[in-house]
């Protein structure tokens, strides 16, 4: 039985077999779907990589109008998406700020100068790694005068970005107080 398990889920992972198919050949040996899924799951680690293919992903709340763009996304898509992007630094429960991509930061003591410094070695999925230029690429997308990212408004806020060497500048717009919240 091992050696047609082992067979089976080898043609799971080379794309010859639905995961559904392999599943209802190892119940016929006596195997549990959990247990099947065991087998199946030790042979996709083992396998190599392969570029390309399809993710189906089921999504409470989610909508056809979802974009995998992190231009585009929704609040759903940013909790799905967030599996393989990054952010420069988070938030964490206690309201601290954990690193992310970046690994220091800094800002004037007005808070209208922010500055970054780019871990190095993060790479993209096709190997390329990235650099303080596609952090800034990334703030223009998402700020520019065609964007209709979600984030539109937060980035209204940012009036340059720049890199300077290993890190990214922002400078920040100043905000604008009515007359009331000025006194």
């Not at 065991?38 to 996709?44: D, N, P, Q, Y």
């Not at 399809?54 to 940013?78: E, F, Q, R």
């Not at 990212?149 to 009036?159: F, K, N, P, Q």
Request: net charge positive; charged share 25%; proline share 3%.
């Amino acid at each position: 039985m091992h050696h047609e398990l082992e067979f089976l889920s080898n043609e799971v992972v080379r794309g010859r077999m639905t995961r559904r198919h392999f599943l209802g050949r190892a119940a016929a040996l006596g195997l549990s779907a959990t247990a099947a899924n065991v087998f199946l799951a030790g042979a996709a680690r083992a396998a190599t990589p392969v570029k390309g293919g399809i993710l189906k992903i089921g999504m409470d709340a989610g909508a056809t109008t979802d974009s995998l763009d992190p231009a585009k996304y929704s609040g759903v898509s940013h909790v799905f998406t967030s599996c393989w992007g990054e952010t420069l630094v988070r938030l964490t429960a206690s309201n601290d700020l954990d690193p992310r991509l970046a690994t220091e930061w800094s800002s004037t003591p007005d808070a209208k100068v922010w500055t970054f410094k780019i871990r190095k070695g993060v790479q993209f999925h096709d190997g390329r790694e990235m650099t303080p230029d596609d952090v800034v690429a990334t703030v223009e997308r998402h700020s520019g005068p065609e964007a209709k990212s979600v984030l539109l408004s937060a980035m209204r806020t940012i009036e340059s970005v720049k890199r300077d060497g290993d890190t990214v500048v922002f400078t920040i717009r100043a905000v604008q107080r009515s007359s009331h919240e000025a006194q």
